[in-house]
Structures are given as structure tokens and as C-alpha cells.
Nanobody, 124 residues
Framework: QVQLVESGGGLVQAGGSLRLSCLASGRDFTGYHMGWTRQAPGKEREFVAAINWNGDNTYYSDPVKGRFTISRGNAENTVFLQMDSLRPEDTAVYYC?????????????????WGKGTLITVSS
């Protein structure tokens, strides 16, 4: 059974930091790109960041560029999201995703595997 499990969510004050982790299991994830999307209350899910299969290339949405850093662990089935200088507008459920075709991670459509999400709340 394939699972992506996120951890590290919680409540933080504006200006603070959090680090999200995602562990994928249940199959060989060699060659899979991984990424993060988020969904704020009352809004559509939006792309946050992605990293290609070997960690050489990273991609960020404009709202998080310069504040968030995506990285992969030594094992190909782990991905992290370091979130600094958090703002109240970053409040959302953050979802981990894994997909062989990178554009799908950015669009959020047709992604092969999703986690169940972890809530980040940034207080002002």
C-alpha cells in the first residue's frame, strides 16, 4: 500500500519557522519527483514547491520564493520543506505529492500519489 505521510505541522507565530517532512512508502520511488501543495480555507489548492527526482532542481511559487526551501533526504522517498519568515497567509493544509511527470506536480492535476496533509497555522 503506497503512503505519503506528512509531519511537522502546527501553530507558529508570524515570522517564525517550521520544517515539514514527508515519508513515502509502499513502492520504489526511484525517478519520482516530489513536491508540496497547500490549500487555505475557502481557497483552491495551490502549488508551493517541487524538487526533481535527483534533487538537482527545485521550483517554487512566487508567494514562497526566498522564504521556503525544499530538499530531499538521502533516501529518495523523503522530502522536506523548510518554511521561514512565515506569514498569516501561509496558513493552510500542506500536502506532499509524488509524481514521475514534473508538470503534473506544478499543476496539481493527475498526480500519482498524495499525502493526507498537515495543517499549518500562522498567527499574527
Amino acid at each position: 500500500q503506497v503512503q505519503l505521510v506528512e509531519s511537522g505541522g502546527g501553530l507558529v507565530q508570524a515570522g517564525g519557522s517550521l520544517r515539514l517532512s514527508c515519508l513515502a512508502s509502499g513502492r520504489d520511488f526511484t525517478g519520482y519527483h516530489m513536491g508540496w501543495t497547500r490549500q487555505a480555507p475557502g481557497k483552491e489548492r495551490e502549488f508551493v514547491a517541487a524538487i526533481n527526482w535527483n534533487g538537482d532542481n527545485t521550483y517554487y511559487s512566487d508567494p514562497v520564493k526566498g522564504r521556503f526551501t525544499i530538499s530531499r533526504g538521502n533516501a529518495e522517498n523523503t522530502v522536506f520543506l523548510q518554511m521561514d519568515s512565515l506569514r498569516p497567509e501561509d496558513t493552510a493544509v500542506y500536502y506532499c505529492a509524488a509524481e514521475r511527470y514534473l508538470p503534473k506536480l506544478v499543476s496539481g492535476k493527475g498526480v500519482a500519489y498524495w499525502g493526507k496533509g498537515t495543517l499549518i497555522t500562522v498567527s499574527s
